[in-house]
């Protein structure tokens, strides 16, 4: 649990920044929001209970139910949104560990995982039960496996895609690896914020992917050495990005 949470932490503030001096770059920061009417809220996930057993409940003693396809915070901001940025020339840091996804509660957790071409992905099985993983990607290898409790399963990903991820046993489980070729990458929290850190002075438009909202750019921001630049980027039904998943 610990190993893939600092993992995701790092992720989720610029962990594909080069390391360079701090002075010499800037950094963009803010929230992807939701614009308009919010939509209702998803039902709860179908859980077959006899399927679910040996699922671990969490510390209210039950289930996580909730459908994470699309979550929207108090203040608007809207969770999930791999946002990426390709720097020419900048390096693209693979990290030597594995990244991780659990299965835990007979849930991906994290629902979203983005790690760069060349990265190895972990599957972990924290449940007291078997999973099946089975990805569904076009241009990585798909693995169709079964992961025995307290157990791992890795792969090498080489190339750049959105990669849908599901397990055979629950069906219910369902959750996205994002396979990014770009330079700089970030994921919004649960109150759409985000930093993408390390980028040299210029002008950027970031790229953001989203499960249901599909794809699209920011608007353009300058960024200054040694200052971070802000940036509210707002997202409606009527001005969902269009073209799919991959990136």
């Known amino acids: 649990m610990i190993f893939y949470s600092v993992l995701l932490a790092a992720a989720a503030f610029g962990a594909g920044s080069p390391e360079v001096k701090s002075d010499e770059v800037g950094s963009i920061s803010g929230h992807i929001l939701w614009d308009g009417e919010?939509?209702?809220?998803?039902?709860?996930?179908?859980?077959?209970?006899?399927?679910?057993?040996?699922?671990?409940?969490?510390?209210?003693?039950?289930?996580?139910?909730?459908?994470?396809?699309l979550l929207i915070g108090d203040n608007g901001g809207i969770k999930n949104v791999v946002l990426t940025i390709e720097v020419a020339g900048a390096e693209r840091k693979v990290p030597a560990e594995p990244v991780?996804?659990?299965q835990q509660g007979c849930r991906f957790e994290p629902h979203v995982v983005v790690l760069p071409v060349g990265a190895t992905l972990r599957f972990h099985n924290n449940d007291d039960t078997n999973h099946n993983?089975?990805?569904?990607?076009?241009?990585?290898?798909?693995?169709?496996?079964?992961?025995?409790?307290?157990?791992?399963?890795?792969?090498?990903l080489d190339k750049a895609e959105v990669i849908d991820v599901k397990c055979d046993i629950h069906p219910w489980m369902k959750g996205y690896v994002v396979v990014t070729d770009a330079t700089h990458w970030a994921i919004t929290g649960a109150d759409g914020s985000f930093k993408i850190e390390g980028l040299p002075p210029g002008e950027y438009e970031i790229s953001w992917w989203h499960e249901e909202l599909n794809k699209g750019k920011t608007e353009k921001v300058k960024v200054e050495a040694g200052k971070d630049t802000p940036l509210e980027h707002k997202i409606s039904a009527e001005k969902k990005g269009g073209g799919g998943r991959r990136r």
């Open 38 to 69: 919010r939509p209702a809220a998803k039902p709860d996930l179908v859980m077959d209970e006899k399927a679910a057993t040996g699922c671990k409940h969490g510390a209210d003693g039950g289930l996580n139910k909730k459908d994470d396809t």
């Open 100 to 102: 991780a996804i659990d």
């Open 133 to 156: 993983i089975h990805t569904f990607a076009k241009k990585n290898q798909s693995i169709n496996k079964n992961v025995a409790q307290a157990s791992n399963a890795d792969q090498l």
